[in-house]
């Protein structure tokens, strides 16, 4: 497989999340997206990585990512959780708290 | 309202067998394989966004990120890969699994003209992007598709990680982070003391009655 199947892959990917984003109004789905997004930019990184000769940076960059992506979700929990505490919904839309 | 469950699972075992087929027909078995990573991620995001329940949409998730996997194995990157299940699937697919309890037991509000529309705009602004893309590209110039020998293994990474003039800062900031922000979550997510008593009349979205009732119990 050519590196241009990988970015096909990781373009669509990272579609899906976005979609996921914008089209379920829920907090949960917000976070399902982002973890889409963050791993089609991992399979650019990696593929680029792979097809360019043999560094390790594409594959180091990855595994921050992956690192960042964990700290990432333990925040955005707990930050949902508090939401949901304050304003017993999980839809993003109805947490209006600065319009008056 | 049309039941449209059955014709969007039929249409993923389609999608599925399509490109399991069209793996097999461009490159053999590594072909079978990436056929099959690639139909796994696309096919669990798109039942995520499909599915009512946010159970069965963390779950399609691990197809996700089971291919992914998989594609970063099939490019040489064991470490990465490994790491991607471990992390994702064991640790960050749990911790999501929590938000889960979050959610109403029935099942959520999910508007099909909104799902359909969003995966045809989207669908077609990255088919744009991606015409634009191969029409500016100078593809004579990318790597070429056979993939050079492999030199480096796990243990390259492993001494990267602690080589002074490799990745060491990165690497300690990362932990760092990773502290900072473990603790800060348990922070930020801990019920407060005067929470355990509720005051049951106030409703939620009642703000400073909620703060005069937590002053009151402190």
Known sequence: ?100 | MVDLQKPFYGGLTLFFVAMLGWGISSAGAPGLAFGFSAALTLGGSLVCIWERSVVRSAFSLMGTFVGVAGLFILLGADFVGMAQILIYVGGILALLLFGVMLSPPDMEERKLSRVAGGLVLMGAAVAWVSAKVAATVEWAQLPKDELPEMTTSVHDIGVGFIAPDKYVVAFELAAVLLTVALVAAVYIARRKMADFEPAKDIPSKDIAGKEAAMKEIA
């Open chain 1, 1 to 100: 497989m050519g590196l241009g199947a990988y970015i096909a892959v990781s373009a669509a990917l990272f579609a899906l999340g976005v979609v996921a984003i914008v089209v379920r109004r829920n907090i949960l789905y917000v976070l399902f997206g982002i973890e889409m997004i963050l791993n089609a930019a991992n399979i650019n990184f990696v593929a680029f990585n792979r097809f360019n000769g043999d560094g390790l940076d594409g594959r180091m960059f990855a595994i921050f990512v992956i690192i960042l992506a964990a700290a990432e979700a333990a925040v955005a929990l707990a930050i949902v959780l508090n939401v949901y505490h304050l304003f017993n919904t999980t839809k993003p839309a109805e947490v209006d708290l600065l319009r008056e």
